[in-house]
């Protein structure tokens, strides 16, 4: 395990922490700093094996649950770590990175156990080939993408996210989960680096298909549908950690945000950035004033329900991007939205001070479970992280993907 500290970045810096006084421009590499620094902690203490990928601290803890590659988180902390690379060009990044990056390798090897496998391999080979042009890292996203493929339905349309059984899913038929959108990614990155044709289709045709079931008149989105395996005929809605089927789960919109705007990058299809400006709608309509959502928009007891700092995350960084792609005024809400969600992440109430290595703290995993509540999570850091650069690449007048 390499355990060096940063120490080229960070002998020469003060420790910033989080923003503590009221700027009038958010320091974006502050807040990349914090980041750094956070990191340094993580890999001075993670365990040296490779059954340890960082998925959460609980709220009271300075220390981080670990799980194998086998997790759908694992993916996360190796992606991190490349976009902490890319910010500090510190050598010692790009080798933890690449070591994280490795453990992962098997999953390209084996039959699919699920859908997440562009949030796996995509976020840490894929952003590893970005920055480094590997060809080795190449060879496993595209093997992973054919594996990913194994799981469409051609007679649903849609890639199938769980198979196995699932309470309430009716299975063995076909279930399909809004946070399989983001997966589609790898699909479309393969067909256009090597892979076959048809994982464009694929990609196409889960989003066609989920565009046209997944969603209520008012553009808020069910967590799962589930069809008919033989004959594609959607079953039911569920909203399977949400606080109710017909509530807005705050992830679960932020995934279909983030996963429309990708889908319209990838495709130029005028349908798909009408849709994702239209399933972004209720999402900035309904936030509290903070920009920060409770875990589900219909939950209960608001305002004393848990945050859920990581779907802040993801539609920040998803909103810089749609902002490249819309109107000049649509562009301006959605930009000036993303750095106030930013702004507010990157404040002491949700980036610890006290030990705790994360960068953020108050995100909701699965509530009606019991399971992560308001807990440091490692998906929440991944996006707070690629948000922030998203950002500071804006601000050099790059474009932000």
């Known amino acids: 395990m390499i355990r060096k500290t940063l120490g080229i970045v960070c002998v020469v810096l003060i420790s910033y922490g989080c923003h503590l006084k009221q700027k009038e421009v958010f320091d974006v590499d502050e807040s990349l700093q914090y980041c750094v620094e956070q990191a340094d902690q993580t890999i001075s203490q993670i365990p040296d094996d490779e059954k340890s990928l960082p998925r959460n601290i609980a709220p009271e803890s300075k220390e981080w649950n670990y799980v194998t590659y086998q997790d759908w988180t694992s993916g996360f902390w190796p992606g991190t770590l490349w976009y902490l690379y890319e910010y500090s060009q510190e050598p010692n990044l790009k080798e933890v990175a690449d070591q994280f990056t490795q453990y992962l390798r098997p999953l390209s090897e084996k039959p699919a156990t699920d859908h997440d496998l562009g949030f796996q391999v995509f976020n840490s080979f894929g952003n590893g080939y970005r920055l480094t042009g590997n060809a ?18 051609p007679a649903v349309g849609t890639i199938l996210s769980w198979p196995r059984p699932v309470p309430n899913m009716e299975w063995p038929n076909h279930n399909t989960i809004m946070d399989n959108m983001i997966n589609l990614e790898l699909l479309f990155w393969a067909s256009k680096n090597g892979g076959d044709s048809s994982l464009y289709q694929i990609a196409v045709a889960h989003a066609e298909t989920t565009m046209a079931n997944h969603f209520r008149p008012d553009f808020t989105s069910y967590h799962v549908v589930v069809y008919d395996r033989e ?17 807005m789960w705050a992830r679960g919109q932020a995934w279909a945000i983030y996963g429309y705007t990708m889908v319209y990058r990838e495709t130029k299809d005028p349908k798909f950035l009408d849709f994702a400006q239209k399933v972004t709608r209720p999402y900035l309509d309904n936030l509290p004033e903070d920009f920060i959502p409770y875990w589900d928009f219909q939950a209960p007891n608001i305002p004393d329900e848990p945050r859920d700092a990581s779907a802040a995350a ?9 902002a490249e792609y819309s109107d000049k005024a649509l562009a301006k809400e959605y930009r000036d939205k993303a750095i106030a969600m930013l702004e507010e992440l990157s404040s002491p109430r949700y980036c610890p001070e006290d030990g705790n290595p994360a960068f953020l703290r108050h995100s909701t995993g699965h509530y009606p479970n019991g399971s992560e509540i308001d807990y440091s999570i490692i998906y929440a850091d991944y996006y707070y992280i690629e948000g922030l650069t998203r950002l500071k690449r804006i601000r050099e007048g790059k474009k932000p993907v």
């Open 314 to 322: 993801v539609v920040a960084s998803a909103l810089l991007e749609l």
């Open 231 to 247: 004959t594609g005929e959607r079953i039911k809605g569920v909203t399977h950690q949400g606080y109710s089927d017909e509530s």
């Open 136 to 153: 080795e890292y190449k060879k496993v996203i595209l093997r992973t993408a054919d594996t990913l493929a194994t799981l469409y339905n």
